[in-house]
């Protein structure tokens, strides 16, 4: 009989994109066997769609939407391997992505966090779409300036601490990372490399960070019941820290890009702000005030 697997990878879709295809494809092709099962909610059939590209992985379907941390958790009750690591649909795992993982989980961490790269490196709106988004997960940062997410857990943190809220609309993985004490907490490890897929579009960048904003300001309202004003201080703020991340953080062209891109990056975080500031003050997407 085959060895089991060691980690199982959990790739999560919405509504079957297409892109679905190339995200377990990044996860077939890594050099490891891997455990994958493929988590499809708010319909359209995944399974079709990766069978039409030659993609044999266990899928589940399923017709309505799930939040992040109900989709998770399918995934963890449908896998066995160990380790349990998670891939969105709109994200790619670059080369060594999960044999970096196994490393340290099999040296006894167990928790391990990955960093994020540019899927359009030259293109200065997906830059700035990068760095708004992840200028703490860059892989040039130290450990001590980098956010501990896009992380793989040992399974034995969710028999001991429970799984992730099926409630929140975003802030799963915060909320889960915050139960867990601060021995168990994600190791940085820039060599696990998630590649995400930008906008290229100024528009929808621009929605895109709108939309970022006002979950963040929804899960803000939620546990903190802020006045509007300190969550878009909170967001726009960062505008002071973008540019030394990027340069400490990235290197060479990519980084030459990335500074060039900083203009449409505070346009973007103006946006992401005003997201917050009304996630905040008007709460979630059935119009209930905080």
């Known amino acids: 009989m085959a060895e089991r697997p060691d980690l199982a990878v ?4 919405f509504r079957a994109p297409a892109e679905l295809v190339a995200a377990v494809r990044s996860v077939l092709d890594q050099n490891i066997r891997l455990e994958i099962v493929v988590v499809n909610t708010g319909g359209g059939n995944a399974k079709a769609l990766l069978a039409d590209c030659g993609i044999d992985v266990r899928v589940i379907d399923v017709e309505e939407r799930l939040l992040a941390g109900a989709a998770r958790n399918r995934g963890i009750v449908a896998t066995q391997a160990p380790f349990v690591a998670f891939l969105a649909d709109d994200c790619l795992a670059h080369p060594g992505w999960a044999e970096a993982r196994l490393q340290r989980h099999r040296e006894g961490i167990p928790a391990v966090a990955s960093a994020i ?3 359009h490196p030259r293109n200065l709106v997906a830059c700035a779409a990068h760095l ?3 200028m703490r997960r860059l892989p040039g940062l130290p450990a001590e300036k980098a956010q501990r997410y896009g992380v793989s857990f040992d399974r034995t943190l969710f028999e001991r601490y429970g799984v992730f809220d099926e409630r929140m609309r975003s802030g799963e993985d915060t909320e889960f990372l915050a139960r867990l004490p601060e021995a168990l907490r ?3 490890e820039p060599r696990v490399l998630t590649i995400h897929r930008n906008e290229t ?3 929808k960048l621009l929605a895109d960070q709108y939309r970022r904003g006002r979950r963040y300001g ?3 309202g939620s546990i903190d019941a802020e006045k509007s004003v300190r969550p878009f201080r909170k967001v ?14 990235l290197s060479g062209k990519e980084r030459t890009f990335a500074r060039l891109s900083l203009p449409i990056v505070w346009i973007a975080l103006f946006a992401k702000s005003l997201g917050a500031s009304v996630g905040a003050r008007y709460g979630d997407k059935t119009g209930r005030r905080r």
């Not at 726009?236 to 340069?247: E, H, I, Q, T």
Request: proline letters at 3%.
């Open 10 to 13: 959990v790739v999560i879709g």
């Open 117 to 119: 790269s540019n899927s």
């Open 132 to 134: 708004v988004t992840y």
């Open 186 to 188: 994600p190791v940085w």
């Open 201 to 203: 579009s100024l528009f």
């Open 218 to 220: 929804v899960y803000l």
């Open 236 to 249: 726009f703020r960062d505008r002071r820290n973008v540019g030394k991340l990027a340069k400490e953080g």
